[in-house]
């Protein structure tokens, strides 16, 4: 997909979106944004080991993007690159290919080519809520 085909399915449109890096804490930029999506209509799975079993805006929080038994349209990182070493062979184990969303401040050009060559659309650098704010109106 162009740029914009996935603004308006995945941003402009509400999607499901898997949050890898998810985190209960109000003083997180990912909560802020999760609250956002979350009030927009957009399905949320919030992923992360350290909340496994908990809930992040109402969504039960899981370990591993294999947790989540729905399909998702959107992967959105919010994990540093240093952080995100599993993270491609994780994406291997949803059955379908979605977008990979790379936040500010996760971005990471080896991953992000490695993924493209991959098949993947990848959109990096970009914040969702801030785009559908600028963009979906």
């Known amino acids: 997909m162009t740029r914009d085909e996935i603004v308006t399915k995945c941003v402009c449109t509400p999607c499901r979106v898997a949050v890898v890096g998810a985190s209960p ?3 997180r930029p990912v ?4 609250e956002y999506l979350k009030g927009e209509g957009f399905t949320l799975f919030p992923v992360n080991p350290a909340y496994a079993g908990t809930e ?12 989540i038994a729905s399909p998702v349209d ?6 540093s690159a240093k ?3 599993a993270f491609h062979e994780e994406l291997k184990t949803l059955p379908d ?3 990979v969303w790379f936040q500010p ?3 990471n050009e080896e991953l992000e080519r490695s993924l493209a060559e991959a098949g993947y659309d990848v959109v990096s ?4 809520m801030a785009l559908r704010k600028g963009c979906c109106r």
């Open 25 to 27: 804490k109000a003083e």
């Open 31 to 34: 909560f802020g944004v999760m």
């Open 56 to 67: 992040i805006h109402g969504a039960a929080c899981v370990s591993s993007l294999g947790d």
């Open 74 to 79: 959107v992967v959105a990182l919010f994990l």
């Open 83 to 85: 952080m995100q070493s």
């Open 97 to 99: 290919k979605p977008v």
């Open 105 to 107: 401040g996760a971005e």
């Open 125 to 128: 650098g970009e914040c969702l």
